[in-house]
């Protein structure tokens, strides 16, 4: 399949400047459209700082930030790219109106992925004459750091579009998974989903303060998480019989503990005292302090088993 090597990124806040960042680092030319006031601003202050990150990264080789280009017009912006990112705000009319724009305006083999966290693809796929071409890409925050990308497509995506879409984000350097069946939240959603709603149940029902309760993720599993998923780590849990063997030892715990699991209403109230416990938790440290430590450690953590990943 021959490498992509244009762009368009439609919408350009949290998420499109992210992946504006990204795809000039792959050495792609990048053709962004923002109707917002100061959007090309913002998108090249955005780029700069993302690209010393990049580049501890080893990604920049083929990059320039400089093959960025701003467009009035969302038509402009989808001319001759091979592959448009869609993240306009998670409004469905909006997405139809911008999909109705751009759809006489794209190159025959361009590929149309949409970032949408909330939206169903069904209900995006109205907003077009013909949606063959059209699917979710959908990334995680920030995109330019994260490797995941969910991709839903159905059976109104033309043959080979999923895969077409698989090797856009494999050639710079993303981890896709293919969701099946679309349910809300796709899947990384629905797992951040369910821990969170026990996590809460921990705090709310009084067994752990919400400094602990995260203490407990990133200090226990969450690290080994990073490493790899929960299937394959149980695998490893139990010795040469793997999951087989891990499954018969520990059945009986987890239908215990999961008759035990809460299901808690984030109410104002529970909402304000997970607050007050994440205050604590801050200890002083400003939103912005504690997201630069986010990303620090995010970062290290990526460049220290890139190399193994690689393998
Ligand atoms: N923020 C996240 O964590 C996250 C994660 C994954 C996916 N997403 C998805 O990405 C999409 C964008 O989310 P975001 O957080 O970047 O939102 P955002 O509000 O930060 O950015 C939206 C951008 O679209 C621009 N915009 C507004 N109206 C527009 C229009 N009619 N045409 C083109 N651009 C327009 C705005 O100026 C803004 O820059 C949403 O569908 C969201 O669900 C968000």
Redesign the pocket.
Known sequence: MAEFERAAV????????SWTALFLAKGLSVQV????EG?ED?VRAYVAQAWPALEQLGLTERGDPERLTMHRA?AAAVRAADFVQ?????RLE??H??FAEIEPHLAPEAIVA??????MVREMQQGWRDPSRFLLG????P?HLIPLVELIANEATGAGVLEAAEAFYAQIGKVTIRVKREVPGHVANRLQAALWREAIHLVASGVASVEDVDKAVWSGPGLRWAAMGPHMLFHLGAGPGGLDEFCNRYRDSFHRWWADLGAPELTPELAAALAGGVAEEANGRDVSSAAAERDALILATLQATKDLRDR
Not at 10 to 17: P, R, S
Not at 114 to 119: E, Q, T, V, Y
């Open positions: 439609l919408g350009a806040g949290v998420i499109g400047a459209y923002d109707p917002a959007a913002r969302p869609e993240n306009v705000p998670e909006i997405k109106a911008l949409s970032s949408a966290s909330g939206l959908h990334p995680f925050n995109p």
